[in-house]
């Protein structure tokens, strides 16, 4: 009896030993799971190639001890491998990294595509720093773009099953994010690209507004800054004060280069241009949060602007902008008509106006960033 008791209190002792076991594998893997979802989300939303690289650096760093870490991608044309970025690379650091290129031990992983540690590789006996090394292919598609390359002081051997896996799943949701960034960096240029073609194709029917509208949207973009923006909004507002006046492409040239003062006719034609630059601007998807900007860049703080006559914040805060870089690039500039007026006058006129004709804030505002930037002295 007491040998059936002994036995059934051993097997209840295994059998919550198990349960241990168990519930400890679970607690693991829930944790693995929650560095996973975080490292993920945290590399998909980063929104640059610079930014993707820090990110996956940064996590790299919270999966493994690591003591340096040199990303190099494979150059589509040559394939070579070349340093995208490195942190914490010391020269030591760079002779050992130089020996593996020299052995092809990098291109061995990457033939493989597997996450591999690997001891150190001493150029010396006398080589006392001793370090280990992980190699992750990034692997988007299943077509290698790149690896990582860490250095730790873990030894080979103790770093872990676990550690392997979550610093693949890693890399292959990095390599993904950065053949998407490249793809929108690469989409975004060509965009910027039309956006400066048709801002120079405006600027180009008169040769005396030639860059106007490069230095409206320079002009813009401190005004921006200066009141805090996100970088998106500063981007829109950018890119829509160089657009400004794309709807006189529509406008005759004989009214454009008109060298004596305007028509009240003609003058009705002319501030049709707005409403024709956003009707251009609106057929493209990318470019609509442009259009406010351009629709209402001549609407005036007293309501006294077209094309729809909005007052005071009733206009778009880019507008606003837009609106007061015009009119003081339009001033210090010659005209076919008038000669350009000395940025001190100009400033005068836009003071004059404040709260009339223009945004006071956006006023005072555009003054100090010319201070900052040394167009005015004072």
């Not at 890693?170 to 989409?187: G, R, T």
Request: some cysteine; charged content about 30%; proline content about 4%.
């Amino acid at each position: 009896m007491d040998n059936q008791y002994e036995k059934e209190i051993k097997e209840l002792k295994e059998y919550i030993k198990n349960l241990e076991v168990i519930n400890e594998g679970l607690r693991q893997s829930f944790e693995e799971l929650t560095t996973l979802y975080r490292l993920v989300d945290i590399i998909t939303e980063a929104k640059t190639l610079e930014r993707v690289l820090n990110s996956l650096l940064d996590l790299t760093e919270e999966i493994i001890s690591c003591k340096g870490a040199v990303l190099f991608f494979i150059d589509e044309h040559t394939h070579e491998l070349d340093i995208a970025i490195k942190r914490n690379i010391t020269k030591k650091f760079e002779q050992k990294i130089n020996l593996q290129i020299k052995n092809k031990v990098m291109e061995w992983a990457l033939t493989k595509g597997k996450t591999i540690a690997l001891p150190d590789i001493e150029e010396t006996t006398e080589d006392t720093e001793k370090v280990s090394f992980v190699l992750v292919p990034l692997l988007a598609h299943d077509k290698p773009i790149g690896i990582l390359d860490i250095i730790t002081d873990t030894p080979e051997g103790n770093i872990t099953s676990i550690d392997l896996s979550l610093l693949t799943i890693l890399a292959k949701q990095s390599a993904l994010a950065i053949e998407n960034v490249k793809l929108y960096e690469s989409m975004r240029k060509d965009q910027l690209n039309i956006i400066r073609a048709l801002a120079s194709t405006v600027d180009a029917k008169d040769h005396y507004t030639l860059g106007h509208s490069q230095k409206v949207s320079e002009y813009s973009v401190h005004i921006a800054e200066e009141l805090k923006f996100s970088e998106r909004d500063i981007e829109i507002i950018k890119y829509a004060a160089l657009l400004h006046d794309i709807g006189k492409i529509a406008i005759p040239d004989d009214i454009i280069k008109k060298p004596s003062k305007l028509t009240e006719a003609e003058f009705e034609i002319v501030k049709k241009h707005p409403a024709i630059g956003a009707k251009i601007i609106k057929e493209m998807e990318s470019l609509a949060p442009m259009v406010p900007i351009i629709l209402h860049h001549h609407e005036r703080f007293d309501g006294k602007g077209y094309p729809d006559g909005l007052k005071g914040e009733e206009i778009p805060i880019g507008a606003r902008i837009v609106h007061v870089a015009d009119a003081f690039d339009t001033m210090v500039s010659a005209r076919s008509y008038r000669d350009m007026l000395p940025p001190q006058l100009a400033i005068s006129e836009l003071r004059k106006n404040a709260g009339l004709q223009f945004d006071p804030v956006v006023v005072d505002t555009f003054i100090l960033t010319l201070r900052k930037i040394g167009t005015l002295s004072i």
